[in-house]
């Protein structure tokens, strides 16, 4: 019997199955700051010349890369500056918390853009053993070696993403039977928008924790950058709710 993450006809499948393109009303956002400036109709490296995705984008993997980079550096730059306690501590009820998820996503990456796809990663069970033990760093656990982690799970994946065919059909054994068959191209959009999702949930946390805000190092695009304008505008925005409450008849 062969691996149980063995790609299904190995690792010269034929280009069937679904296309790497993108639509191009997807192509015109691309992150531009962090991987290039957008001229006559393809990314260019910042000097204006060269190919900012690794020689990837005519296939559309170049844009699925940049934007996953974008998530995993935002994700990241949200623990930047804080204490221990705090990128540790679940900050929501169903405890939610910073390290938790750059760990989950490590797991993520391993998964799907590896073992599923005949590539495993070393030394990184998933799905993790119990405890939800993949959304949480034990005490004994730094947090470099976790970051470490993800750093290594996104080369892999990077790896992984470079060396197969975009219709190559890997098997995920942990979907229910019947729906375990998913392409390299399914997996990373799969990975990019769980990695988006989470580099979100980073952000509402971190600003809960001590305002800070942003959507990458660099580059806030926030509306407003002065923090008294900042405070005036979502006073503005409470008054505005509590007056359409209160129109509708609800709780003020």
């Known amino acids: 019997m062969g691996h149980p993450y063995a790609l299904s006809g190995g690792l010269g499948v034929p280009l069937s199955g679904r296309a790497w393109g993108c639509p191009s009303s997807a192509r ?4 531009l700051r962090w991987y290039g400036r957008w001229q006559g109709g393809r990314v260019t490296g910042d000097d204006g010349g060269g190919d900012a995705h690794g020689g990837l984008q005519d296939d559309g993997r170049g844009d699925l890369l940049a934007y996953l ?3 995993r550096a935002a ?6 500056g804080l204490a221990e306690l705090d990128v540790r501590r679940p900050l929501t009820p169903t405890g939610t918390n910073l390290l938790g998820l750059v760990k989950h996503l490590a797991h993520v990456e391993a998964g799907y853009l590896g073992g599923a796809l005949g590539r495993p990663f070393p030394d990184l069970p998933w799905p993790p053993r119990a405890d939800d033990a993949d959304l949480w760093a034990r005490a004994d656990e730094p947090r470099e070696a976790v970051l470490d982690l993800y750093r290594r799970a996104q080369e892999h994946a ?11 059909v890997g098997e995920v054994p942990w979907w229910p039977p019947g ?5 390299v191209h399914h997996l990373l959009v799969r990975v990019l928008t769980d990695t988006q999702r989470h580099a979100g949930q980073a952000d509402v946390l971190r600003e809960g924790l001590d305002g800070a805000a942003g959507l990458l190092p ?18 503005r925005l409470e008054a505005v709710a509590r007056d359409a409450a209160r129109r509708a008849g609800g709780r003020v």
């Open 28 to 31: 015109l956002g691309v992150p």
């Open 69 to 71: 980079r974008d998530g």
């Open 75 to 80: 994700l990241v730059w949200k623990l930047e």
């Open 218 to 235: 660099g580059t806030s695009s926030l509306a407003e950058e002065d923090p008294g304008r900042r405070a005036a505008y979502r006073d």
């Open 158 to 168: 990077e790896a992984t993403v470079a060396a197969l065919p975009p219709g190559a």
């Open 179 to 183: 729906r375990r068959r998913a392409t």
